[in-house]
């Protein structure tokens, strides 16, 4: 049975991998295992070595780090921003996925001008809902 922290890891390997728009076969090629392995790598039936993660890490450009965000420490308190906890897991979902591939698409000036809309629009709509 797959232990919380291996789901956990398996889940970011996997939108990582997604956001990437790679496949099981490329990141696979990439570290030289098979795609099924990949696949067990992402359900959380197979544990991944230090070393493969690290290989991993490297073929997705993250930190080691990374795959482990967002596991809360068992004796820690919650932290008082739970801003980066999202409901239904949204960056996983195929619309969010799209959005960020084709907002790193843009250059650099249009990426800033998006952002900049994107926050001006949240105000508007927090204030909307205020009243």
């Given amino acids: 049975m797959a ?22 076969q490329d990141l696979a090629g990439q570290v030289g295992v098979r795609f099924q392995q990949i696949q067990k790598y992402e359900c959380g039936a197979n544990r991944i070595t230090s070393s493969r993660l690290y290989e991993l890490s490297r073929a997705l450009t993250v930190s080691v780090q990374y795959f482990f965000d967002g596991i809360p420490a068992a004796d820690a308190p919650d ?33 800033k001008r998006l952002l900049e809309l994107a926050k001006a629009l949240e105000g508007d709509q927090s204030s909307h809902g205020a009243a």
Avoid: C, F, W
């Fill in 3 to 24: 232990d919380d922290t291996d789901l956990h890891v398996g889940k970011r390997l996997r939108r990582r991998r997604r956001l990437l728009g790679m496949t099981q």
């Fill in 79 to 111: 932290a008082a921003n739970d801003a980066g906890h999202m409901e239904g897991d949204i960056l996983s979902q195929k619309e969010t996925l799209e959005l960020v591939r084709a907002y790193y698409r843009l250059g650099e000036r249009p990426r």
